[in-house]
């Protein structure tokens, strides 16, 4: 008996930091990722020329949600050089805008990665020692417990940008940035969308890539 409480008391010593570094390890900063489609003629150096961002749809005109939208847009548009226009009658450069998120679908998901630590009514560690009340830390083997099956919905979002010169109406420019997330909400996915679609602007023409945002830092990889 003595022996087993020992080594019970070995086997606690040496799981507690295993549990403690798995949950620090799930703690990691989440990223977004964005494919990111541009297609451009060449475009003169920004040497003053003044922009408006107006919205695609007429309907979305005057909006508080999308003049907040285009206030993303247009900080893009300042950093590369661009001059916002008091008013779209006075802007050598249009820009389109257009944002939406679909109504979600369903993915489920089948976790067999193996025996771990995980919650269960024995306590921390199985039905032979103490615990944080009724439901602890335990010992988990999902070939014994089954696999852990989960549903959970996730949606698409995208933006839509479009780049006109006022004085004869020809396309400068025009991109496209979509993500597939676990949220619906457009004020703090748009931003992102928006990030992404000017990470290299404007890059090449005809090019995909996908647009990693962690961190305040961007990486950039084609995708095949």
């Known amino acids: 008996m003595l022996i087993a409480m020992s080594s019970l008391k070995s086997l606690r010593r040496f799981a507690l930091p295993l549990a403690l570094a798995a949950g620090l390890a799930g703690c990691t900063s989440p990223s977004f990722k964005a494919d990111v489609s541009r297609f451009a003629v060449p475009l003169p150096a920004p040497s003053g020329q003044t922009f408006a961002v107006v919205p695609e749809d007429p309907k979305l005109a005057g909006g508080l949600e999308f003049a907040t939208y285009a206030n993303s847009v247009a900080a893009e548009m300042e950093q590369l050089g661009y001059v916002r226009a008091p008013a779209p009658e006075r802007a050598d450069l249009l820009v389109r805008f257009d944002y939406r998120v679909d109504g979600g679908r369903e993915r489920v998901r089948t976790d067999l990665s193996g025996a771990g630590f995980a919650a269960g009514p024995w306590g ?8 944080f009340g009724r439901w602890g830390w335990g010992f988990y083997d999902p070939w014994l417990a089954g ?10 979002s995208g933006i839509d940008l479009k780049i006109d010169r006022a004085a004869d109406g020809q396309r400068l420019f025009e991109g496209k940035a979509e993500a597939v997330s676990r949220s619906n909400r457009l ?12 990470t290299g602007f404007p890059g090449n023409s005809g090019e995909t890539v996908r647009i990693t945002i962690r961190d305040d830092e961007k990486t950039v990889r084609t995708v095949d």
């Open 147 to 156: 696999p852990n099956v989960r549903s959970y919905t996730v949606y698409t």
């Open 187 to 198: 004020p703090r996915l748009v931003p992102n969308l928006v990030d992404a679609l000017f």
């Open 124 to 131: 921390p560690w199985g039905p032979w020692g103490g615990g």
